[in-house]
């Protein structure tokens, strides 16, 4: 093995690590919570990432917000988020989804 093929594979685990940190809810509402998760949409058709699907923001530290790009698959985004089953409730407000997160808990912490 070179330099850089050991390089390129330690970038690859770095990647890796990063997104798997960023993904773990530490009380504060990140996109990485998100960004992942995959939704069934168009009719069974197409199995896209939200992050394909829609912007997502974080208005405050305990409050995500999905706005779909097509408006009319927000029910399908919404029934993405719950059929992964990673506790997050998401209602939708109009055209938009939003995920409110409560304050962490001891037992949350633990986790």
């Given at each position: 093995?070179?330099?850089?093929?050991?390089?390129?594979?330690?970038?690859?685990?770095?990647?890796?690590?990063?997104?798997?940190?960023?993904?773990?809810?530490?009380?504060?509402?990140?996109?990485?919570?998100?960004?992942?998760?995959?939704?069934?949409?168009?009719?069974?058709?197409?199995?896209?990432k939200?992050?394909e699907?829609?912007?997502?923001?974080?208005?405050?530290?305990?409050?995500?917000?999905?706005?779909?790009?097509?408006?009319?698959?927000?029910?399908?985004?919404?029934?993405?988020?719950?059929?992964?089953?990673?506790?997050?409730?998401?209602?939708?407000?109009?055209?938009?989804?939003?995920?409110?997160?409560?304050?962490?808990?001891?037992?949350?912490?633990?986790?």
């Amino acid at each position: 093995m070179d330099e850089a093929s050991i390089r390129s594979k330690m970038n690859q685990v770095i990647s890796m690590m990063t997104s798997d940190l960023g993904s773990l809810r530490t009380g504060r509402a990140t996109p990485a919570l998100v960004d992942d998760l995959s939704v069934v949409v168009y009719g069974g058709q197409q199995k896209l990432k939200i992050k394909e699907l829609a912007s997502i923001s974080t208005p405050d530290h305990q409050t995500l917000v999905i706005d779909p790009w097509d408006k009319s698959i927000i029910g399908e985004i919404r029934q993405g988020i719950l059929a992964a089953n990673v506790g997050m409730n998401p209602s939708v407000d109009g055209q938009i989804i939003r995920i409110s997160f409560p304050p962490m808990t001891t037992e949350d912490r633990e986790k």
